[in-house]
């Protein structure tokens, strides 16, 4: 079985494609320092697929770790990394620790790898790099406007790196990045989510807690956008459907059949919902209501944006398959399961 590395493999994407990677018959091997997750992860894991993950509690950020877990496995073939800070607002109070974790992280990564012979490489992007786009719905080759976060701007500067290591003398890693539009949802399972730490910043976990009585009620950042209704316009990709994204980039690269070192992929369902869409059809998967007012428009987001899903389906063969109603009944399961 290949081993694939996974940085920040107890996280929300990450705990859904170690899931994929395992039942895809690779070894997924789990590095995590569970400082924006939590060691019960493991556990679900377990409980999905019938054994443990094998796991290492290190900062991925720390060379000499990071080493330690690279000689300790031996012939790991390619990584994923997730590890990263992802909340926007908070990535404006704390911006440089933004770009100490991201971008330093991906730095160690890059200079302890190949002295372990690792050439594959799969980077979490995001869609934020687009800043606000001219036009809809966004290509990989649309051009990247300024970030409007610090966040943003560190998955930018990761791509940038990336990009600049593959074209230096003696380069031997090959990536793909996946630029990640919104992934929501849970494993059918319920055994795995998106577990937010403290108050929810992204908008399904909030809808889900409200649901449940655990908040009082959603405020919609803003109704006076230049769409529909009003609301913002997000791509929302079921989590699972995400992660195997993942395998079909991993297995791309193990084959090396891309006639680039460096590829991009947008991985998104190629659809925009606005906010109230995303409630609407909440409350008619779930028969659940949830109370919501709207409030002033949040900094930093953008009015709309969905992916071009085009040269994933062709290049990777991959096509989201969970409906919007679906991956939000997963999410409404999976608020469910933890109240237990
Ligand atoms: N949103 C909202 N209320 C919330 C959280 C989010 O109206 O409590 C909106 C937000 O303005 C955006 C969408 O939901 O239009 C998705 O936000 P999220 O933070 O989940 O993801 P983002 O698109 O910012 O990465």
């Not at 209704?229 to 195997?244: E, M, Q, S």
Request: net charge negative; glycine share 10%; hydrophobic share 40%.
């Amino acid at each position: 079985m290949k081993k694939i590395l996974v940085t920040g493999g107890a996280g929300y994407i990450g705990s859904h494609t170690v899931v994929e990677l395992a039942q895809a018959g690779f070894e997924p091997v789990i590095i995590d320092d569970f400082r924006n997750s939590k060691e019960s992860v493991l556990s679900g894991l377990r409980d999905i697929l019938g054994r443990d993950v094998p796991f290492h509690r290190i900062d991925c950020g720390d060379a000499e770790a990071l080493r330690g877990v690279l000689r300790a496995e031996g012939n790991i073939e390619g990584v994923i990394h997730f590890a990263a800070f992802k909340a926007v607002g908070e990535s404006v109070q704390k911006p440089l620790a933004y770009f100490r974790n991201n971008v330093g992280s991906l730095l160690t990564l890059l200079e302890v790898l190949p002295e372990f012979g690792v050439e594959n490489l799969v980077f979490s992007s995001s869609c934020t790099v687009y800043g606000n786009p001219d036009a809809l719905p966004v290509r990989e080759t649309t051009p990247t406007k300024p970030a409007s976060s610090p966040y943003g701007r560190t998955k930018q500067m990761c791509e940038d790196i990336i990009h600049d290591a593959a074209g230096a003398p003696g380069n031997r890693l090959h990536s793909i990045l996946l630029r990640y539009f919104n992934p929501i949802g849970a494993h059918a399972s319920a055994r795995i989510g998106e577990l937010p730490l403290g108050v929810p910043n992204n908008l399904i976990p909030f809808v889900t807690q409200t649901a449940a009585g655990l908040r009082e009620k959603l405020t919609i950042f803003g109704n006076d956008y230049d769409t529909p209704d009003g609301t913002n316009i997000r791509d929302y990709i079921h989590v699972v459907d995400l992660a195997k994204a993942h395998i079909a980039a991993v297995q791309r690269l193990l084959d090396r059949t891309a006639p680039e070192v460096v590829e991009t992929f947008n991985v998104g369902t190629g659809h925009g919902n606005t906010v109230l869409e995303v409630v609407q059809t909440f409350e008619r998967a779930t028969g659940q209501k949830v109370n919501y007012s709207i409030g002033p428009r949040r900094p930093g987001d953008v009015p709309a944006i969905y992916a071009d899903a085009t040269k994933v389906a062709e290049v990777l063969g991959f096509k989201t398959e969970t409906s919007l109603a679906d991956s939000l009944a997963s999410a409404w399961k999976w608020q469910l399961s933890l109240a237990k």
